[in-house]
T-cell receptor, first 113, second 115 residues
Framework: AQSVTQLGSHVSVSEGALVLLRCNYS??????LFWYVQYPNQGLQLLLK??????LVKGINGFEAEFKKSETSFHLTKPSAHMSDAAEYFC???????????FGAGTRLTVKP | GAGVSQSPSNKVTEKGKDVELRCDPI?????LYWYRQSLGQGLEFLIY????????KSGLPSDRFSAERTGGSVSTLTIQRTQQEDSAVYLC?????????????FGSGTRLTVV
């Protein structure tokens, strides 16, 4: 079984500052890892994913995440926050079959002008 | 279609009534998933379909909840005798297939309010 812990239900940064959203996972099999973003009154949109290969993955809107097996982490970063990045971010993990994808509780990102 | 379509987008119902929520996945996507998102909570997995088959229904909160999928396409989530605790956003997602780390494409959800 898989599970995800997102540290910090709310993160606030200033525009132009580094964004760091933390995600740790638990998985008994090699994981597939995902970050999704949810804007108000919308569904979730895939930001990026790690399946195999390069551990640093780049996604849309300038976000990237690094898979660190030794730390069981998949933190999401962006060098410079933009006002439009304000949203809810969800980390998710699945095993070798997508029917068991599990989501974290989410982190709400606020960007201050 | 181009994306996952859910209807209605909003539903207000009286306690005790039955409701049907519809999900139209991306054409050709074999896998379909239902999640529930309560206010301030993460996503609670309800059920998934591979084709028309739902191998695991253990995520459904109670026997008042049921789901079906016909023709490998449209899915309906039915809640009977709704209760106030059923109020939530119900999200549907589809995926190319099960496995191999395919990401999900989500619909915009149905916001259900039970009064």
């Amino acid at each position: 079984a898989q599970s995800v812990t997102q540290l910090g239900s709310h993160v606030s940064v200033s525009e132009g500052a580094l964004v760091l959203l933390r995600c740790n996972y638990s998985s008994s099999v090699p994981p597939y890892l995902f970050w999704y973003v949810q804007y108000p009154n919308q569904g979730l949109q895939l930001l990026l994913k790690y399946t195999t290969g390069a551990t640093l993955v780049k996604g849309i809107n300038g976000f990237e995440a690094e898979f660190k097996k030794s730390e069981t982490s998949f933190h999401l970063t962006k060098p410079s926050a933009h006002m439009s990045d304000a949203a809810e971010y969800f980390c998710a993990v699945s095993g070798d079959s997508n029917n068991d994808m599990r989501f974290g509780a989410g982190t709400r990102l606020t960007v201050k002008p | 279609g181009a994306g996952v379509s859910q209807s209605p987008s909003n539903k207000v119902t009286e306690k005790g009534k039955d409701v049907e929520l519809r999900c139209d996945p991306i054409s050709g996507h074999t896998a379909l998933y239902w999640y529930r998102q309560s206010l301030g909570q993460g996503l609670e997995f309800l059920i998934y379909f591979q084709g028309n088959s739902a191998p695991d229904k253990s995520g459904l909160p109670s026997d008042r909840f049921s789901a079906e999928r016909t023709g490998g396409s449209v899915s309906t989530l039915t809640i009977q005798r709704t209760q106030q605790e059923d109020s939530a956003v119900y999200l549907c997602a589809s995926s190319v297939d099960i496995g191999q780390g395919y990401g999900y494409t989500f619909g915009s959800g149905t916001r259900l309010t039970v009064v």
